[in-house]
């Protein structure tokens, strides 16, 4: 289980909390997986920061990917999220399976982008939340920088999902924010199932600028029940993990 | 009249004075039906028809009890509402109708409420009060909303009498041969100003939003409100927010002695030159802390203009709730993060109630169907019916029509054709059979969707159906569906 070490880092927080011996605000949201928190500053994703997620391919103009992504993280920081959109073709029971369950998230849903940037604003200032999520597709300079600020400011984690009309306008995706990430997620063919099937969904996840780290790409497993992404099996055809029967006994 | 009036289905008139004689002031639609008319002589009535209950009006009772309804009106819809005696409410919606999805659904609101309490009611919405008085009375519809600039038009084939003229006017009127707002409007004024005085085109410019007609709010004694005249007039933001803060500060302690917390506060801002400027802020649940108020309504100060200078101000708690005093955790372990009901107050009272919503699961298994919008403050956490299927992330809406290869009658497509791009399928899940809901909807009764997952070369996912179940024609055209698109 490649998650179990942050099942249990999140355990003893909790622990901690409950003997209230300690004063910790978290700085940072570790994946659970060794090689990529290995490769972020202070080993996890900012809190207080502006993080960017798109996704490649079609991706970049449906953002599924990066919706599911989005939600696993969100899911993750444990509070109330707000969620920004104004495409109406979100469809939240897909998050829930990402960990982000309709008694955690709030949508609201914008006419256009500007009433989105302002409320993402709003709420990364007001510090009530732990995350907002905003889908966009352009995000100037000063808007990412106010963002970034509101977000240093309250602690919230701000995740921007970026997502354009057509293909052409991804481009826009090189262009410099004050972001402190910048993420790509792109599906790839799942992994092969002894069965018939289609088996957990996979990305080719590239990290593709970050302040204080290294850029880096892999392949991961998406997101599971509780938001948790995963390092496939090197084994593709998977003895390790039909050892136990669980994938027989599911497919 | 309640329990103590008459039965319903006897006619029923209430007699008056008119200086003169005794008349009727008022007839139900039964005794209307029978040929009972405003301003007969009960005499006549008394002689013509026999069964007749005849009652004595109460104007000042019915004054009171309209009074009465428009601050019911201004505790629930609008900070601007007043009396249209003898039998209307004029409401300003500006800003208001958001709350309620939009101008139909307030209007629809205002109309349903009043009939569960019993009152037939006729409303009208347009530009201007004239308009919507002539409109809900004589345009002879239950509800009538007329698109902006449209006033004039909708006028055009109403009677004079609809533009709130002296009684004494109507008959000169008729006998110049004036029926209709349009044949009027269309006259020369000058010859007829000088027979029937200024009022009549007052009136007339009045209807067309020409001249504006300031709504003077209901006040009352029962609702909490502070108010402030200014010796010389303010029109900066900075000292508007200034004197909003101050407002708002003396308004809690108010509340506080009430032992209530506010759901709605208005805040009126009387000109110079007479006309009122309104803001208000509403809450989901009620609030006494001046902090928050201030800043709900300080975000709202830059759409007041405050033209040569504002005068006075008024805030009145229009629509308050019980609060009783709250015990505020103080703990050690944590610092405490800010109230979240105060961010969904302050994004809801600048982009509207429906923008802000949970999604809450249904038990259904049509896809289309299984997600309702409930408010920020609920905790309902939904169904978990089809928690366990592999759903997408993005929902095609409504679903797009493909071209599809498949074996029948249960077998995925092994490629398909969508946005005029080919896919090759590589992996497959399915079929997950959805059923129509016949109790729902006639039409899908004995229908069927095949859902499938399908894994194309390229890794992307898509989720498609198609309709029917491949064997039998009435539970479906067999024709495919793209309706979702996967992480």
């Keep these: ?251 | 009249m309640g329990a103590t009036g008459p039965s319903a289905d006897v006619p029923l008139v209430l007699k008056g004075s008119d200086g003169r004689r005794r008349v009727i002031t008022a007839a139900d639609d039964l005794a209307v039906h029978i040929g009972a008319r405003v301003g007969m002589p009960v005499a006549q009535a008394e002689s013509l028809f026999a069964d007749l209950v005849i009652m004595d009006s109460d104007p000042a009772a019915d004054a009171l009890a309209l009074e009465k309804l428009a601050i019911w009106a201004l505790r629930h819809y609008s900070p601007m509402v007043a009396a249209d005696p003898p039998a209307g409410i004029v409401l300003d919606i500006l800003g208001a109708a958001h709350l309620y999805g939009g101008e139909t659904g307030l209007v629809d609101d205002v109309v349903r409420r009043l009939s569960e309490m019993q009152i037939t009611a006729y409303a009208a919405l347009a530009d201007t009060w004239g308009a919507a008085h002539a409109l809900a009375r004589f345009g002879g519809q239950a509800k009538r909303i007329v698109i902006p600039g449209g006033a004039g038009e909708a006028l055009v084939h109403l009677p004079v009498d609809a533009l709130r003229l002296p009684e004494d006017m109507l008959p000169d009127m008729r006998l110049l041969g004036l029926d209709t707002i349009g044949e009027l409007a269309a006259k020369p004024r000058a010859p007829l100003a000088r027979s029937f005085g200024q009022k009549l085109f007052r009136r007339v410019d009045q209807a067309l939003g020409r001249l504006a007609e300031p709504i003077e709010p209901v006040q009352s004694p029962e609702l909490i409100s502070i108010q402030r005249i200014f010796a010389e007039p303010i029109g900066a933001p900075e000292t508007i927010a200034k004197y909003t803060r101050r407002l708002v500060g003396q308004i809690c302690d108010r509340l506080e002695e009430a032992g209530l917390g506010v759901r709605r506060l208005d805040l009126h801002f009387t000109r110079v030159d007479n006309r009122i400027e309104t803001i208000f802020v509403a809450t989901a649940k009620p609030v006494r802390e001046p902090k928050r108020l201030t800043k709900l309504l300080c975000d709202k100060i830059e759409t007041v203009d405050p033209g040569w200078g504002i005068d006075k101000m008024v805030m009145t708690a229009a629509f308050v709730e019980h609060l009783s005093m709250q015990q505020v955790i103080a703990s050690y372990s944590e610092p405490a993060r800010p109230d979240v009901e105060e961010l969904w107050d302050a994004l809801a009272n600048r982009y509207g109630t429906d923008s802000l919503y949970r999604a809450v699961s249904v038990a259904t298994d049509i896809p289309e169907r299984a997600v309702k919008r409930m408010p920020p403050t609920s905790d309902d956490v939904g169904s978990t019916r089809n928690a366990a299927f592999r759903r997408p992330q993005r929902m095609i809406r409504p679903p797009e029509s493909i071209m599809a290869l498949a074996v029948l009658p249960d077998h995925p497509p092994r490629a398909f054709t969508w946005r005029g791009q080919r896919y090759a399928v590589a992996r497959a899940d399915g079929p997950e059979r959805v059923r129509g809901e016949w109790w729902v909807s006639d039409n899908e009764k004995g229908k069927v969707r095949d859902y499938f997952v399908l894994e194309v070369e390229n890794g992307e996912r898509f989720w498609v159906f198609r309709g029917g179940d491949g064997q039998h024609e009435e539970t479906g055209s067999l024709n495919w569906f793209m309706h979702g698109k996967f992480d």
């Design chain 1, 1 to 251: 289980m490649p998650a179990a070490d942050a099942v249990i880092s999140e355990l003893k927080a909790r622990i901690e909390v409950i003997s209230g011996r300690t004063v910790r605000t978290r700085m940072v949201l570790p994946f659970g997986i060794p090689e990529i928190d290995r490769k972020l500053r202070k080993g996890g994703l900012a809190f207080g920061a502006l993080h960017e997620i798109a996704g490649g391919a079609n991706g970049a103009v449906d953002g599924a990917a990066a919706a599911s992504f989005a939600a696993g993280i969100a899911a993750r920081t444990g509070g109330n999220v707000l969620w920004c959109h104004c495409q109406p073709d979100l469809f939240a029971p897909a998050l829930a399976q990402s960990g982000l369950t309709a008694d955690k998230v709030v949508f609201f849903e914008a006419a256009d982008e500007t009433a989105i940037l302002d409320a993402f604003e709003k709420a990364l200032r007001h510090g009530g939340l732990t995350a907002v999520v905003g889908e966009v597709s352009g995000l100037p300079l000063v808007a990412s920088q106010r963002l970034q600020m509101a977000a240093e400011k309250s602690g919230t984690m701000a995740l921007a999902i970026r997502r354009w009309r057509r293909h052409v306008d991804a481009r826009d995706f090189g262009n410099s924010t004050a972001s402190f990430t910048r993420w790509r997620v792109t599906p790839v063919n799942s992994g092969a199932l002894p069965v018939r099937g289609v088996g957990r969904s996979r990305w080719f996840m590239e990290q593709m600028r970050t302040r204080g780290g290294e850029d880096f790409e892999c392949e991961v497993e998406a997101c599971d029940g509780k938001g948790f992404i995963a390092v496939p099996s090197l084994l593709a055809d998977g003895p390790a993990e039909t050892e136990d029967g669980r994938y027989r006994a599911v497919g």
